[in-house]
T-cell receptor, first 114, second 109 residues
Framework: DADVTQTPRNRITKTGKRIMLECSQT?????MYWYRQDPGLGLRLIYY???????NKGEISDGYSVSRQAQAKFSLSLESAIPNQTALYFC?????????????FGPGTRLLVL | GQNIDQPTEMTATEGAIVQINCTYQ??????LFWYQQHAGEAPTFLSY????GLEEKGRFSSFLSRSKGYSYLLLKELQMKDSASYLC??????????FGAGTTVTVRA
């Protein structure tokens, strides 16, 4: 079974609709992240959480909100979707502050906003 | 913030060697990572450097020069399955990663 899962894997929605992307992990990691990926721009950080009570904005948080329901779950919401939020969204986790700590990515959610 | 540059595309022949360069300007440096990403899939960890020098892992090696703000990923004995995008990422003092736009490597037979 995958350690980091995302649902849905694909989503088509209309402008103005509210949608939620969900991320779950079985790795027992405290840290979780949401990124979006656009062609030519690479991965950009939307929000991150270092534990259940900690939520931080990334470089492109406008138009998004998050909820850390438990150590294992971190959801991303688009309150009123717009077409330029069409992108590939990745959730990631990491264990803590170890030097060689890397991030582990979920399979991604492909979102199309019409 | 971070400014990370890497070439957009590279093409090489099966069995050859390819070197992907990454330059960065950072407000804080706490390690440099390389990830591999096949089309439509999640990035996966390849290598990590925090001190100057070369780290070797099988066919893949990564080099770091902190004074020059420079790293490279060296792929040896290229295989068709190495066709992918390679992402350079810099970690800051808050343990957040900033990513370059990625280098798409195409391996030809």
């Amino acid at each position: 079974d995958a350690d980091v899962t995302q649902t849905p894997r694909n989503r088509i929605t209309k402008t103005g609709k509210r949608i939620m992307l969900e991320c779950s992990q079985t790795k027992g990691h405290d840290r979780m992240y949401w990124y979006r990926q656009d062609p030519g721009l690479g991965l950009r950080l939307i929000y991150y959480s270092f534990d259940v009570k900690d939520i931080n904005k990334g470089e492109i948080s406008d138009g998004y909100s998050v909820s850390r329901q438990a150590q294992a779950k971190f959801s991303l919401s688009l309150e009123s979707a717009i077409p330029n939020q069409t992108a590939l969204y990745f959730c990631a986790t990491s264990p803590g502050t170890g030097d060689q700590e890397t991030q582990y990515f979920g399979p991604g959610t492909r979102l199309l906003v019409l | 913030g971070q400014n990370i540059d890497q070439p957009t595309e590279m093409t090489a022949t099966e069995g050859a060697i390819v070197q992907i360069n990454c330059t960065y300007q950072t407000s804080g440096f706490n390690g440099l990572f390389w990830y591999q990403q096949h089309a439509g899939e999640a990035p996966t960890f390849l290598s990590y450097n925090v001190l100057d020098g070369l780290e070797e892992k099988g066919r893949f090696s990564s080099f770091l020069s902190r004074s020059k703000g420079y790293s490279y990923l060296l792929l040896k004995e290229l295989q068709m399955k190495d066709s992918a995008s390679y992402l350079c990422a810099v970690r800051d003092g808050d343990y957040k990663l900033s990513f370059g736009a990625g280098t798409t490597v195409t391996v030809r037979a």
